[in-house]
């Protein structure tokens, strides 16, 4: 059920980018909870984005852990806050509200 | 000296040295001062010494031959009396090698019957005392794990009779080893319902040689003296003797080890039952007749029932008069999940007795999850029913994070109801709308938990789309709440084979052609 899920941390000076790939849920909750304190470890970018275009399936504790969690933490630490969405991921951000954090023009 | 045997009087010529010279036993012969007069063909083998070098010589020193003071004296008395002395001594050769031999000291006499000499016949134990010795040796382990086991033995021949019975049994089943010896095991610990079967499976054994049970490990009951039965773990193993067949039973009380697991079993049972009243406390005991409805619901908890799942309902009056159908899903499981759905459900009936709008009683649900400062979020879907007085009944909803209820007409058309808003829990900041649905007699509203949609076969999920069609096909067969909501559950359950892995609840109101309030 999980094989397929990874996550990766890039660190950049201007953006720093939590990747996820697969299926989140309950059983990847603490990989991803490590990866994003990873991601706001100082010294930091100014700028936090969640990629979850290459993910297939998220649910209730893969939003909170993936979203809601790095959200909180960016509003505290002042970070500029995106997720890059998906179509394994665009429903599940579209039901809980939590698609306003969608960046909808492409970065690079 | 005794006899001579039969025939003595006339012995062929050359009878002697042909029996000294053959016979398979070593044969010395010395003068009282201990010299060696002579020494057969076996001696010098036995003993290592060529018959040249050695007659003539002291035995004593020559032959390597170790006795005692005590024995010695016992020798010499024994021969002085006439008699025969006997017993085993032990030999060193000249190559170090060691031999006990069975010997015979006889004297020799001359004819007015003084001692004159000594004749020693000796045949080689060696092997024979060794077998013998580990003969005792094992007889010794065997006794001791009798002696000391832990395990009850008992043995029985082919008749049943028992003929060993060890401590541990004796502790075990209140019998002593001399209480029972020779009496029939069956009578004595074979509880009543099952001697005959264990008489007839040893007459079977016996007739066929085939035992079901030999060498098996097996539970089984077994009675003591004051008629408890108790639970035993038995290893019948047969005694490889010649003769008729025997057995050793080999017996471990179990009685604690089965209260232990029973304990266990009772444990898990009580924590199962603790779940499931933690989880129907919150859940609506009864659902209230709600005028001009009919109401059903579906549950099922994830997993084994013995966690408390995240999914809740409500089905309430509020203070204007309207009623309030609420369902939600608490993010994860077990107490802490509990704890929040509990803090939900009641923030949602004691708000819905101040505030009207079903968004601004969810964004006091937020407020107090926020407030809690439970890390945890949370879906809920409102929807107040209102009539007016021109019998038209109109749902508001609002909905935070939660999949949209489905509003199903009569014609099996069925759409989303209201408007997604942002889940609960997470964020100060939420949106949240309020959105109105007309519903006509016969229209269902139909609110549920993403365990409905979620539900997985292999890399397929159930879907939203699957479930539009199967309350649109039911809708349009005008079934009742109850099978619609029992209707969605079996579809679930078939299509993800019942491993139902998240929990799910479904929530069905249907307008009733009476009319409301």
């Known amino acids: ?108 | 000296m005794g006899s001579v045997g039969a025939g003595a009087e006339s012995w062929p010529s050359g009878f002697f040295e042909s029996l000294v010279a053959h016979v398979d036993a070593a044969v010395i012969c010395t003068d009282l001062a201990g010299a060696l007069l002579y020494c057969n063909p076996t001696a010098e083998r036995l003993y290592g010494i060529p018959a040249f070098e050695a007659i003539g010589r002291q035995s004593a020193d020559l032959l390597g031959v170790e006795v005692s003071q005590k024995t010695r004296a016992e020798i010499g008395a024994a021969l002085a009396r006439g008699e025969v002395w006997d017993g085993d001594v032990s030999v060193t050769r000249p190559d170090g090698t060691t031999l006990i031999l069975r010997t015979k000291d006889a004297g020799l006499y001359d004819t007015s019957g003084v001692l004159t000499g000594v004749v020693s016949i000796a045949i080689d134990v060696t092997e024979r005392r060794r077998t013998e010795d580990e003969l005792r040796a094992s007889d010794a382990r065997r006794n001791a794990m009798l002696e000391a086991g832990l395990d009850g033995i008992v043995s029985i021949d082919h008749q049943g009779l028992i003929t060993e019975f060890n401590p541990a049994a004796e502790a075990m089943f209140g019998y002593t080893r001399s209480d029972v010896l020779g009496r029939e095991m069956a009578e004595i610990i074979v509880p009543p319902a099952l001697q005959s079967a264990h008489r007839a499976g040893l007459r079977r054994y016996l007739e066929t040689g085939r035992g079901e049970l030999l060498g098996q490990r097996i539970e089984i009951s077994a009675v003591d003296r004051a008629g408890r039965e108790f639970p035993v773990e038995l290893a019948i193993t047969r005694i490889d003797l010649p003769g008729p067949p025997s057995f050793m039973g080999s017996l471990r009380d179990i009685s604690a080890r089965r209260a232990t697991e029973q304990a266990l079993l009772d444990s898990r049972e009580h924590f199962v039952h603790l779940a499931r009243t933690l989880q129907s406390s919150l859940l609506p005991p009864v659902l209230p007749e709600v005028p001009g409805f009919d109401v059903a619901v579906g549950y099922r908890p994830a997993g084994e029932g013995d966690e408390v799942g995240g999914d809740f309902y409500d089905l309430f009056e509020t203070a204007q008069g309207d009623w309030a159908v609420v369902i939600g899903d608490v993010q994860g499981k077990g107490a802490e999940a509990a704890a929040l759905t509990a803090l939900v459900r009641y923030t949602v009936r004691a708000a819905a007795m101040r505030a009207d709008r079903p968004s601004t009683i969810l964004r006091i649900v937020n407020d107090a999850i926020l407030h809690q400062r439970v890390d945890r979020l949370c879906t809920v879907a409102y929807a107040r029913l209102r009539s007016s007085s021109d019998d038209r009944v109109t749902a508001t909803l609002s909905v935070g994070g939660h999949p949209l209820p489905l509003h199903a007409r009569r014609d099996g058309d069925v759409r989303p109801a209201g408007r997604l808003g942002t889940l609960l829990g997470a964020l100060a900041d939420i949106a949240l709308d309020d959105c109105d649905v007309e519903l006509e007699p016969g229209d269902s509203l139909v609110l549920y938990t993403d365990g409905v949609t979620d539900a997985r076969a292999a890399a397929d999920q159930f879907g939203e789309d699957r479930l539009v069609a199967l309350i649109s096909r039911m809708a349009s067969q005008s079934v009742t709440a109850s099978e619609l909501a029992t209707g969605i559950e079996a579809a679930v359950a078939e299509f993800d084979d019942g491993r139902h892995r998240d929990d799910m609840a479904v929530v069905v109101l249907q307008r009733s052609n009476h009319p409301f309030g």
């Open chain 1, 1 to 108: 059920m999980t094989e397929s899920f990874s996550v990766r941390v890039d660190r950049g000076d201007a953006v720093t980018t939590v990747t996820l790939t697969g299926e989140i849920d309950l059983t990847t909750r603490a990989a991803i909870d490590e990866a994003v304190a990873e991601a706001l470890a100082e010294p930091r970018a100014p700028r936090l984005v969640v990629d979850l275009r290459a993910v297939t399936f998220i649910d209730s504790s893969g939003l909170s852990a993936a979203i809601v969690v790095p959200a909180r933490a960016a509003e505290d630490a002042g970070l500029d806050f995106k997720v890059m969405s998906g179509p394994g991921a665009t429903r599940a951000l579209e039901v809980s509200g939590l698609d306003r954090f969608v960046q909808h023009d492409e970065i690079d």
